[in-house]
């Protein structure tokens, strides 16, 4: 009990109940999440810590959003580099909304400037329709500049418009110029038009002569 000036008290035995009681559920509720009893700081009995908290959770959507900010000042800066980065986050839907109009504005954007990899982004709205209005022409200029830029993929898609006549008209020697350059930088794909396209073309109704040539 407790005693004072004015005479002896006992707590009322509810009071110890509810306080065993109270103790005990916190215990049992730490336990729950995989805190130990002896160590409360967020770690589990084995040491492990535990898994990112709600505060973590928060501070990473806030660098994505830091992030995200400054690329698109960069891009309205004129960055080719982030003006591409930006349209292909728009035409995916990684961290933004998908908008395939955004994304075509910066694509292009991109493109317009020279930037190798946006020329090809942009070939490739156009062939598909993505933003657009499908056009094989448009897909053809724009992987056309793209290849001259040096861009591997845009020389092997520049090769396979030359083979089919997408865009523009057949050109076996022209098709293979481009997968040429594209084989050159390790494109699997136009090793294995060329080993077709050397093969010997059999006689036959629908057979045609496959000439060599540059294809400058």
């Known amino acids: 009990g407790i005693r ?3 005479g002896v008290f006992r707590f009322p035995e509810m009071v110890l109940l509810f306080l065993c009681l ?5 215990f049992f ?3 729950a999440l995989g805190f130990s009893s002896e160590d409360r700081r967020g770690r589990t009995a084995s040491g492990v810590t535990v898994a990112s908290s709600f505060a973590d959770e928060e501070g990473d959507k806030g660098d994505a959003l830091f992030e995200l900010v ?3 000042d960069k891009a309205e ?3 080719p580099d982030a003006q591409f980065e930006l ?7 990684v961290g933004l909304e998908r908008n395939d109009v955004m994304a075509l504005h910066w694509v292009r954007a991109a493109a317009q400037q020279g930037y190798a990899r946006a020329e090809a982004g942009l070939a490739w709205m156009y062939a598909v329709g993505r933003g657009v209005v499908r056009d094989d022409v448009q897909a053809f200029d724009w992987y056309k500049r793209a290849a001259e830029n040096g861009y591997m993929v845009a020389q092997r898609m520049l090769g396979k418009c030359y083979e089919k006549g997408v865009g523009t008209a057949v050109d076996a020697d022209r098709a293979r110029f481009w997968y040429e350059k594209a084989a050159e930088q390790g494109d699997e794909y136009a090793v294995a038009r060329l080993k077709a396209l050397s093969q010997p073309v059999q006689s036959g109704y629908g057979a045609y002569p496959v000439h ?3 294809g400058r």
């Open 4 to 6: 004072s000036g004015y």
């Open 77 to 79: 800066e004129g960055d």
């Open 87 to 93: 349209g292909r986050r728009y035409l995916q839907g």
């Open 70 to 72: 400054l690329l698109k």
């Open 29 to 31: 509720a730490s336990e």
């Open 22 to 26: 109270f103790f005990c559920e916190a």
């Open 212 to 214: 060599a040539g540059s």
